[in-house]
């Protein structure tokens, strides 16, 4: 017997806080936030397909062209080991995933037909029928064991190596269904599924110079570092395929030479706009800004195994000496909220409302600089434009230091490399994170002592057990008293500022129809490539 769930199109926060507050289930949780097409079973929970509504009419043909802010010579085809925006590009483009986030962030059936679970722990996955990898090979149950395993393997270098090893047994019950087996259990299964590196391979791939996906596109030109292009699938799976013919996309680094190129016509969608750069748009005639607020940001990492962020006191000192109301207002021109050191944004129902930003103190942040022995020591902050917004927000820590006899040198580096040379490597430098749909994946990717991106390399075996506790965790206001006092663990030891939470702002030709926004980020999560089309 299934249990009848009410259909949820706009829960508020209010409704949702309540709830946390008298210790709401996940269960009772889940029936007010998830969307048409999921159902709770009395012994579980199953995920199943869902439809929804277009509000425009799409248009087909036409060829689109857009750029994105990075782009690198490490470029890749390979999902698992994908980390710039143009990588995501790709992957939406010419690969599927097993599931992904709909605009309310609630996990939606893709290449699966149905998820199920009793436990959170052992989860039964059901493929589509039908559904042909652009080679003509029918997709099954072998090729998404070979994907997962891949990011199990070392030697692949999965960017999510640390996020899927908790898959312990992934096994082919029979041509059409996958079972996936936790070391513990995680309610999040179906979300972390969504995520781009997650993609589906056909089994046995080793070859990336071209891509060989189920997407809507397929892959015509992939040139690393430079641009890819993609034509529609005619044998797509889901009903109607991709509305263009074919598109492309590139990397274009400088804000303003993009957003020319917009004004020019050369392209249709000029991807995250700087703030310093929104002027050029402004009241321009054919042009619209899309605006996303996903919980993307700008932060300053200062390596605590490095002088000077192992000195004791620096970085409180640096937390302290941020202003983060005028990043807010000047650098970042409003676009954004003031933020609170961790990378929970106010989007998540898991953000700590409660942890209050480090207060602006230039007094208390040249007593901390004393203390470390570093006052009038000059001190370099490696800054690029490939970290949005970066310089800017390090010119401020610039003056603000030199109003106290702290000497910031800020040593601004070209976009091309920075992410290969000088991010997670320099001492104190900036980092520019996507949004990511949990906690789990945020503290697993970014702070647990053996993540991948651990921009600090902060490490604290309490904050591991934490985040391995939690995430097993149905019990739901529990499970959010952890992460907040792990976000308070971040914004108080690890050497990582996150002064706002980014407003992404897409430019786009009026041509350009079907954007929506998704919590994974500007450009409909990289997947617009997909769902767009350009009127007449």
């Not at 790709?90 to 149905?114: H, I, W």
């Not at 983060?324 to 676009?335: F, H, M, N, P, V």
């Not at 930003?357 to 902050?381: C, M, N, T």
């Amino acid at each position: 017997m299934t249990d009848k769930l009410t259909n949820w199109t706009g829960a508020d926060d209010a409704m949702v806080e309540n709830a946390i507050r008298r210790g709401a289930t996940r269960r009772e949780l889940m029936q007010m936030l998830l969307a048409g097409g999921i159902a709770a079973s009395a012994g579980g929970m199953i995920l199943g397909r869902a439809t929804s509504a277009v509000a425009a009419t799409p248009v087909k043909g036409g060829s689109l062209r857009a750029a994105g802010w990075s782009s690198s010579t490490a470029d890749t085809l390979d999902p698992a080991k994908a980390s710039l925006s143009t990588d995501y590009v790709r992957c939406c483009a010419f690969y599927n995933r097993l599931t992904f986030l709909d605009k309310t962030g609630v996990p939606q059936m893709e290449l699966a037909e149905s998820i199920e679970t009793r436990d959170a722990k052992v989860w039964t996955v059901k493929l589509r029928k039908g559904v042909t990898f652009h080679s003509g090979k029918t997709l099954s149950s072998a090729d998404v064991v070979y994907s997962m395993n891949r990011h199990l393997d070392k030697a692949t270098g999965s960017k999510v190596n640390s996020i899927a090893k908790q898959m312990t047994e992934i096994k082919a019950i029979d041509d059409l269904t996958v079972q996936i087996t936790l070391a513990s259990p995680n309610a999040d299964l179906p979300t972390i599924l969504a995520m781009h590196h997650f993609m589906i391979i056909a089994d046995g791939t080793t070859d990336f110079s071209k891509a060989n996906g189920t997407g809507a596109f397929i892959c015509d030109t992939f040139e690393p570092g430079v641009r890819s292009v993609g034509k529609r699938n005619p044998n797509y799976f889901k009903a109607g395929g991709a509305h263009l013919d074919s598109f492309e996309f590139f990397g274009i680094p400088d804000d303003s030479a993009r957003v020319n190129a917009l004004l020019s016509g050369d392209i249709q969608l000029a991807a995250a706009i700087n703030p310093r750069s929104m002027r050029l748009i402004d009241s321009q005639p054919g042009v619209v800004q899309f605006k996303t607020t996903a919980g993307n940001y700008t932060n300053l990492n200062m390596r605590l195994d490095m002088s000077p962020g192992d000195k004791a006191g620096f970085v409180e000192g640096v937390k302290h000496l941020i202003n983060r109301e005028l990043i807010q207002k000047s650098a970042l021109r409003g676009l954004a909220e003031v933020a609170n050191d961790q990378p929970v944004s106010p989007a998540s129902i898991y953000h700590n409302k409660n942890l209050k930003p480090k207060a602006f103190d230039p007094d208390k942040a040249k007593a901390l600089f004393q203390k470390a022995g570093l006052l009038g020591q000059s001190i370099p902050i490696v800054a690029s434009d490939a970290a949005n917004s970066s310089i800017d927000m390090a010119m401020i820590l610039q003056q603000a230091g030199a109003d106290i006899g702290m000497k910031f040198d800020v040593q601004r580096v070209p976009s091309d490399g920075y992410w290969s040379n000088y991010w997670l490597k320099a001492p104190m430098h900036f980092g520019n994170i996507n949004p990511r749909p949990t906690p789990d994946i945020l503290f697993s990717l970014l702070y647990a002592s053996d993540a991948p991106w651990n921009e600090s390399q902060f490490k604290s075996e309490k904050f591991d057990r934490m985040l391995i506790e939690a995430r097993g965790l149905l019990d739901l206001a529990k499970r959010k008293e952890i992460y907040d006092d792990m976000q308070v663990m971040i914004a108080d030891q690890a050497g990582t500022v996150i002064p706002a939470y980014l407003t992404n702002v897409d430019a786009v030709s009026s041509r350009l129809k079907g954007l929506e926004a998704n919590p994974l980020g500007g450009m409909m999560g990289y997947a617009f490539a997909e769902y767009v089309w350009l009127e007449a």
